[in-house]
């Protein structure tokens, strides 16, 4: 198959590495200077896309998408199909997906989760919105790119399971590190807390799978100093994606506003940036009821 790939960042430039690796003929096209593995390098992103049975974008946020969807969409073939796998607003995904959609073409919104080794190692899960022929399309790359696909429903559902998913993941981590903080203070051995609690009623992926406290759980980036993994900056923009959507649909999400809030404080005033979003362990550790 002839693939368009426009994006070719962390997430973006071992996805397309993957798709040429399977037997593709990739097209790709970033404003960065960029090699990848495989793939041969268009002028612009309108090149890209010429010709191109499935183009896959994956950009930073809804308003470079909007811009690529205007250059490449006019560049399209009738019938291809556009897979945006970016995180970005329920809003924009939809007013994409229906500008391509009117032109003649198949779109699909694909968000992914598993972080930057999921995308080199081909084991991300997709969660996609758009018509069962544009799913249909795009699945069999999903299968090369990652392990899953979820097909959640019309245009926008990808994004919504995305960040709902999201939303739960950063409540649950700073439930997870406000909690060993607070078992610190009460003299417990941080050993005997995750045994305790991996196999309780409190478990969760947050402490089974990706434990805040070093030493503790499987390898996680609490052992490497937190280096992320994945970054609390990309939290944020998940969270604040979240609560733009639930004032959009009128949803009361208290918990999701608060996570919000503490990642905002955590990146913007706290040294969070560039750290990973497990690093709220050692925000809590330094912090009383007062601070
Ligand atoms: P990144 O910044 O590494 O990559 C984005 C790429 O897009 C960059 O190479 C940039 O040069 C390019 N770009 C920007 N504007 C462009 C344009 N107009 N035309 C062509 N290229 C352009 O970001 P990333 O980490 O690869 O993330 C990409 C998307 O995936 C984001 O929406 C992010 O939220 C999502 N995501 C990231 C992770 C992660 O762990 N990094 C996990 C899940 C989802």
Not at 37 to 55: F, I, L, P
Not at 111 to 128: C, H, K
Not at 245 to 267: I, N, S
Request: overall charge negative.
């Amino acid at each position: 198959m002839k693939i368009g790939f426009i994006g070719l960042g962390n997430m973006g430039g071992p996805m397309a590495a993957n798709l040429a690796k399977a037997g593709h003929e990739v097209i790709g096209f970033d404003m960065a200077p960029v090699e990848i593995e495989g793939v041969t390098m268009a002028a612009s992103g309108a090149e890209a896309a010429q010709g191109a049975e499935v183009v896959v974008t994956m950009l930073p946020n809804g308003a470079i998408l909007r811009a690529v969807a205007n250059e490449i969409i006019p560049a399209m073939d009738k019938g291809a199909a556009f897979v945006d796998c970016s995180t970005v607003d329920v809003e924009s995904a939809r007013t994409v997906a229906d500008q391509a959609v009117n032109t003649g073409l198949l779109a699909v919104d694909a968000p992914v989760s598993g972080g930057i080794s999921g995308a080199a190692g081909g084991t991300l899960t997709f969660m996609a919105g758009g018509s069962d022929a544009a799913f249909a399309k795009a699945d069999p790359l999903f299968d090369i790119m990652g392990q899953k696909a979820v097909h959640c429903g019309e245009s926008g559902a990808g994004q919504a399971a995305k960040i709902c998913n999201n939303m739960i993941l950063g409540i649950t981590m700073v439930g997870t590190c406000e909690a060993i903080a607070l078992a610190d203070k009460l003299g417990l051995d941080r050993q005997k807390m995750f045994d305790v609690v991996s196999t309780s009623s409190g478990y969760s992926w947050t402490m089974n799978a990706y434990c805040p406290a070093p030493g503790v759980g499987p390898q996680s980036p609490a052992d490497n100093d937190y280096k992320p993994g994945f970054a609390a900056e990309l939290m944020l923009k998940d969270l604040r994606l979240s609560q733009k959507a639930a004032e959009a649909a009128d949803a009361d999400t208290p918990m999701g506003q608060r996570a919000t809030e503490l990642y905002t404080q955590f990146v913007e005033n706290e040294d969070g940036l560039g750290m990973d979003f497990s690093a709220m362990l050692p925000r809590f550790e330094k912090r009383g009821r007062e601070d």
